[in-house]
Each structure stands twice: as C-alpha cells, then as structure tokens.
C-alpha cells in the first residue's frame, strides 16, 4: 500500500513563479525524501530530511517536516522550464527493519513560459 | 545514471514466454530494487535484495521472481508474462539512504 500521498498530482504555474507540493504519509519515518523524475528518465535524488529535521534547503528546494501532521513539503523557487517534471516522496516507515522505500504516486509539474 | 544499467531497455513479448530484465550497478551499493511504474499508481516495489542471495518481497510481487548472485547484478524474472505486467520497470540501488535510479526498461506483453 502506498505510504506518501502527494497534492496536488498536477500543477501549472508561470517560469518565475514558486511552486509547492505537499506530502502526507501514515505512519512514523526514519526519512522523507523528494526526487524528480523527467519523462522517460529514471528518478534522481533531490533531498532526504531526517524525521527530527523540521526543515532543509538545496539551493532553490526548501523542504519542511511535520511528524505531529505526518506530512511533507516541497517548495521549489524562482521556478524554471527545466523544472518541469514529476516529484515524489519517499519514506521509510520507522518500523520497518528491511530498508524499504515507499513511494508515492508524484505530482506532474508544467512550468508554462 | 550513477553507474546502473538495465537491459533491455525495450521488449515486447508474447502473453506466457519467460522473461528475464537485468539490473547491473558499478557502485558496489549491498542494497538493490526493483519497481514498476503504471499510470495512476507512481512507484511500487516488486521485490529487493539486501546482500548477494539475500532478497524479500515488496508490494506487488505475485509473478514476479529475482536473483542475486553477485553484488552488481539483480535479475528479475517473469515466469509466464502476462498482459498486466505490461509497465516500465526501475531497478535502483540505495547508499545511505538516497536511492540511485537505472533508465527503466519499457515491456510489453502482448
């Protein structure tokens, strides 16, 4: 079953423009992590926040964390038409002890010019 | 890609023919995974391996079998294709947590 729900699961906005995605999940993590996926490409890594982070950057990516809510977000600034992609969020359910990763099914994000 | 090749990287096939998809990683990463992506259900993970002939079962692993005889190499196999194993499949390995994506292979059961 899926652990991360992402919202929206699709979003345009203009070239310049902030763009966020939110990221519920169910039970307690060890991480939360973000990656992007381009059409036809594998996923590629963005950023991991530890449960007992409330917040991280990475140049334009802010993520934050709230364990109370079990919910994610990611906000990717100043965007550009090279952002457009699908995001995920992943997590490890703090349970498990099989290094598993759950994703969830990603929000398609358009960057109109 | 990080050092992950998958093979082929397209197949069609026909409905009960076995088939075989590779994963190769150069990373010497102990853990590895295979996915399936569909329309409407992201990533789902079929099954892992955590050490060389160590493996276990994801979420969606009924049809599906692997293998793992040495670190770079993580076979999955179809016994008997069937239409709804028509995806695209990821394999990744993982370091510390961040996993790192192959390009995916395309199959087609017909």
Redesign the interface.
């Known amino acids: 079953?899926?652990q991360g729900e992402e919202d929206p699961q699709a979003l345009s906005i203009q070239e310049g423009e902030n763009a966020t995605m939110n990221c519920s999940y169910k039970t307690s993590i060890?991480?939360l992590?973000w990656?992007r996926q381009n059409s036809?490409?594998?996923?590629?890594?963005l950023i991991?926040i530890r449960s007992n982070e409330r917040e991280k950057h990475s140049g334009r990516l802010r993520v934050t964390l709230d364990t109370s809510k079990k919910s994610s977000s990611l906000l990717i600034t100043a965007s550009r038409a090279a952002d457009t992609a699908s995001y995920?969020c992943?997590t490890?359910a703090a349970m498990n002890r099989?290094?598993?990763?759950?994703?969830?099914?990603?929000t398609r994000l358009h960057i109109l010019p | 890609d990080a050092g992950i090749t998958q093979s082929p990287r397209h197949k069609v096939t026909e409905t009960g023919t076995p088939v075989t998809l590779r994963c190769h990683q150069t990373e010497n990463h102990r853990y590895m995974y295979w996915y399936r992506q569909d329309p409407g259900h992201g990533l789902r993970l079929i099954h892992y391996s955590y050490g060389v002939k160590d493996t276990d079962k994801g979420e969606v692993s009924d049809g599906y079998s692997v293998s793992r005889s040495k670190t770079e190499d993580f076979l999955l196999t179809l016994e008997s294709a069937t239409s709804s194993q028509t995806s695209v499949y990821f394999c990744a390995t993982m370091s510390y947590y961040e996993q790192y994506f192959g390009p995916g292979t395309r199959l087609t059961v017909t």
């Open positions: 079953s899926q060890n991480n992590q990656y036809g490409r594998g996923l590629v890594h991991l995920f992943a490890d099989d290094d598993k990763i759950i994703f969830g099914k990603g």
